[in-house]
């Protein structure tokens, strides 16, 4: 008996374990949420760092902002709520104080504070982002209260927009890296006025910034802390696991025991872990429509759509001959038959762009009115009718083949970039029409996106792919056509126009500063774009008309097709996904996961 | 001495004036021995003849057909389709000449360098040996497909001499150091110290005595080097760091996988499975003339 008591005792032992080793294993299996980080792969040995673009952090999961956004067409300032409990804004847009959520803590017991939020604010100086969007002052008011103001003067009207979306990162960790007078150096690096002293002063901070902005990206914390609804419990080249962060303000809310971020260096991966239905929920991924099929054959895979404010377009370089020409822009945009590219190209992701008029077809329908859009030119496939803008221009056609006014062969190259397979197909396609049309062209792709993003700003490409109609706001629609791209910067709060033949400011669109609209009458898009900025919608809708309509007639860019956020879910493992709520559906999982959605079956 | 230097000629190929049918004669002959050898030449001939006439068979502009995306195998597209429509068999055809000139290029880039530096080295030995070893090993140490990645993205290799002679530039060094053996040993033999006796200048002995006896060797490099420099090609191409050509294999390779799905997609696999048809073929072909090229320049295979 002495015996069988102490066997009993470690059989039933073994049997209490294995019961409660495998009940965890199993729930925890159960209730984990499998996905990919939309901005980029695992690196192993990146820094658990928001600022850092290949850094291990994961927005809404670990990562927090003050509100998530709605990605609204007709208010900018709609917003979930996030670290921020409530808010006001108030000076017309110019002052926004927030309230934060009162239980909001950090993953090793901190509460988060107002001054968390404003060491954010100051890391996001050290990276240029408070300063785009003309932040000039961070006030503490009480531990839970912050106020911001503009710089004096601004009236920037996606001030609130920009700051809700700011990453909130923890006062103990950054302030050390970013030195107790990193305000001073703010402050001083902010001026803008003459005085030669100040202004060398201010020239000494920013560099000074900059190089605390290097510390700021490099900082690599010992262990992931989260105000987040989970956290990183271990990382492998393979995958990242969080676990439920249990002193997240709203860990009531969240059903789910662990999230695991798998890998990816292309989407070819991404889409085999969406065929053997591994991945509960995967972002926007461009693929062939076979690829999509299988996909949808899986069971439980299901596919999500929402409305996308993005374009592809292909774009001109007008200081290049012969592209400055009207008649040169207008005839390509008849060569090319956007049914085909897009087909070819984007053809489960995108859908042909009906209005070259530098905003995707959506918010064209919302900003003008029907008569407006039948003054659209819409640029048909229509061979003969670029044959004959072509003659009016002074182009001849010699054995096939278009020579330009000059007398010199027209030949064309179109960029694109490696690893941009729907652009790559595109340029192929284009280039096919543009030499059957008989302009002999190729396609050529950069190695890299930043050396692309270089070489465009440095007059290298006549014809390149780019990225318009970045909304669903006028001012960035606009922005990407007749912003910096084309000579127009804000500096110090002021429209500064940089021409073509300055080479360092990046002006690289070269339209014309005056353009007509249909009815002849000139106008100066740059000006009208900067316009936007300070503007409610209503006041916007003459000028997002005026621009639209000019656009269309002055044709700076082809919209080519524009995007349409397709997601995957699985209902296997989880249901409850905000299918029905476009707003949520925009914003990572980590926040529908945090306002209760998703729930293990 | 006469005997060392009837070893000498008896040791080289026959050539001069009437050395030239004789030869292809003879390597006729060696290679209707075996079918094997033939089918490698008949392939490598076919390939060859694909590179030089492929491109006039086709439009310059090879047409597209969206209404045939990814299309199966069939009678008007015997090997499929690609992205948008265009056949891959076209493809391939069309695609041949850059690939098989680039490797060709690359190849002769090899040998030259390869058994110029070799030979020189083994014969002169002294401090031309040490120097030229030297950079040898150099060239050795380098990890050549990693260098031609990065060379890729500085330099454009739109024409297949520049892509051949960057691939050759890099290859030498293994060829150059098995010559150097070879010729260290023929160095000590009867025919060349007649040879050196005869006060024949260096050149001479080089490339009329020495040569001629690793002319086996260096020919089945010849070969070898091709495949290889393709493989290589192909490989930079499927990375997606060279010149964008649809009809290039390697781009075929590229976006057949990342672009295309055809490691999860049944539909592009005849994409994907026509440029790797295409190397497997060719590499079959130089495979099997390999065995002749050794009997037809290996002096003692010969006699026997």
């Known amino acids: 008996m002495k015996k069988v008591l102490p066997l009993a005792l470690i059989a039933s032992l073994g049997v209490l374990a294995a019961g409660c080793g495998a009940s965890p294993t199993h729930s925890a299996a159960a209730q984990t949420f499998t996905t990919i980080d939309e901005a980029h792969g695992i690196t192993d040995g990146a820094p658990m760092n928001p600022f850092n673009t290949n850094g291990n952090s994961f927005m809404s999961f670990d990562v927090m902002q003050l509100g998530w956004f709605t990605n609204s067409a007709t208010n900018p300032n709609d917003f979930y709520p996030g670290l921020a409990k409530k808010w006001q804004i108030s000076d017309g847009g110019r002052t926004v104080t927030v309230w934060l959520q009162p239980n909001a803590k950090w993953s090793n017991g901190q509460p988060v504070t107002a001054q968390d939020v404003k ?7 050290t990276q240029g982002n408070s300063q785009a969007f003309y932040l000039g002052s961070v006030k503490v008011i009480s531990p839970t209260e912050v106020q911001f103001t503009q710089v004096p003067g601004q009236n920037y009207n996606l001030f609130f927009n920009s700051l809700m979306q700011q990453p909130i990162i923890p006062a103990f960790e950054y302030d050390p890296i970013m030195g107790k007078n990193i305000w001073t150096i703010i402050d001083e690096s902010m001026y803008t006025g003459s005085n030669p002293t100040l202004k060398a002063l201010a020239t000494k901070a920013q560099t000074e910034l900059t190089n605390i902005g290097k510390s700021v990206v490099d900082y690599a914390p010992k262990t992931d802390i989260s105000a987040g609804p989970f956290l990183i419990k271990n990382l492998n080249p393979g995958e990242a696991l969080l676990v ?3 002193d997240f303000y709203a860990a009531n809310k969240i059903h789910i025991k662990q999230v695991v971020f798998r890998n990816y260096t292309g989407n070819q991966q991404i889409w085999n872990y969406l065929i053997a239905g591994q991945l509960d929920m995967a972002p926007f991924t461009a693929m062939p429509t076979d690829i999509l099929h299988r996909i949808l054959q899986v069971k439980g895979n299901q596919e999500v759509v929402s409305p996308s404010y993005v374009g592809a377009a292909l774009a001109f370089n007008q200081g290049i001959y012969p592209y400055g020409m009207p008649a040169v822009r207008h005839a390509l945009a008849h060569v090319i038959n956007r049914d085909v590219v897009q087909k070819v190209a984007e053809p489960v992701v995108g859908t042909v762009s009906k209005y070259s008029d530098g905003m995707v077809d959506q918010a064209t329908e919302k900003w003008l009115t029907p008569a407006q859009i039948k003054e659209l030119n819409p640029y048909s496939y229509n061979l003969s009718e670029a044959t004959k803008e072509l003659e009016k221009a002074g182009f001849k056609k010699v054995n096939g083949k278009w020579m330009m006014p000059n007398g010199k062969p027209w030949t064309a190259t179109i960029y694109t970039v490696n690893g941009f397979s729907d652009w790559i197909e595109a340029a192929k396609v284009i280039s096919t029409e543009m030499t059957q049309f008989g302009i002999p062209t190729s396609p050529d792709i950069v190695s890299s996106y930043s050396e692309y993003l270089k070489d465009i700003a440095l007059d290298k490409y006549a014809l390149a792919f780019w990225i318009n109609a970045l909304g669903p706001e006028a001012y960035p629609t606009f922005q990407r056509i007749y912003g910096p791209n084309d000579g127009y910067n804000v500096v110090g709060g002021q429209l500064v126009y940089y021409p073509y033949s300055n080479k360092t400011e990046g002006n690289w669109v070269d339209s014309p500063q005056e353009i007509p609209l249909p009815n002849g009458k000139m106008v100066n898009p740059g000006q009208l774009t900067y316009d936007l900025n300070s503007l409610t919608a209503a006041q916007q809708r003459p000028i997002v008309q005026k621009l639209a309509l000019a656009t269309n007639e002055s044709l700076p860019m082809i919209t080519l097709w524009n995007y349409i956020n397709v997601q995957f879910i699985n209902t296997t493992r989880f249901t409850d996904f905000p299918v029905h709520n476009n707003g949520m559906l925009d914003n990572p999982p980590g926040v529908w996961i945090m306002s209760g959605y998703v729930q293990p079956k | 001495m006469s005997l060392a230097v009837s070893t000498s000629s008896s040791s080289r190929p026959s050539n001069g004036p009437s050395g030239h049918p004789s030869f292809l004669k003879n390597a006729w002959r060696i290679i209707v021995k075996k079918p094997g050898r033939l089918i490698g030449l008949g392939i490598i001939v076919l390939f060859a003849l694909m590179a030089i006439f492929g491109p006039y068979l086709y439009p310059k502009q090879l047409p597209i057909n969206p209404n045939a995306i990814y299309a199966p195998i069939s009678w008007r597209y015997p090997l499929g389709t690609d992205f948008e429509g265009t ?22 880039f090899t040998v030259v360098f390869g058994t110029a530096l070799g030979l020189i080295s083994g014969y002169y030995l002294g401090w031309t040996d040490s120097v030229i070893m030297r950079i040898t090993d150099f060239i050795l140490t380098i990890p050549g497909f990693p260098l031609l990645v990065v060379l890729s993205t500085v330099w454009n290799f739109g024409q297949p001499v520049a892509m051949g002679f960057v691939l ?30 005869l006060g024949l200048s260096p050149f001479h002995i080089l490339f009329r005595e020495i040569l001629p006896n690793v002319g086996s060797y260096i020919a089945m490099n010849l070969l070898l080097a091709v495949t290889g420099s393709i493989y290589a090609e192909v490989g930079l191409f499927f990375l997606g760091v060279v010149p964008f050509q649809v009809n290039n294999w390697g781009v075929m390779l590229n976006l057949a996988v990342f672009s295309a799905g055809a490691m999860s997609s049944a539909q592009a696999l005849p994409y994907l499975l026509s440029p790797l048809l295409a190397l497997l073929i060719l590499t079959l072909g130089v495979v099997l003339f390999l065995d002749a090229v050794d009997e037809i320049f290996n002096p003692r295979l010969k006699e026997a």
């Not at chain 2, 069309?94 to 002769?108: D, Q």
């Open chain 1, 244 to 246: 439920k962060n249990p």
């Open chain 2, 87 to 108: 056949s891959n068999l076209a493809l391939i055809i069309t695609g041949a000449r850059y690939v098989l000139f680039a490797a060709a290029m690359a190849a002769v």
């Open chain 1, 119 to 125: 060491a954010s604010m100051a890391a996001g100086f």
């Open chain 2, 168 to 197: 050759g530039i890099t290859g030498w060094g293994g060829l150059a150091r098995a010559v150097r053996s070879q010729t260290l040993s023929l160095r000590e033999r009867g025919f060349i110290e007649a040879a050196r006796t």
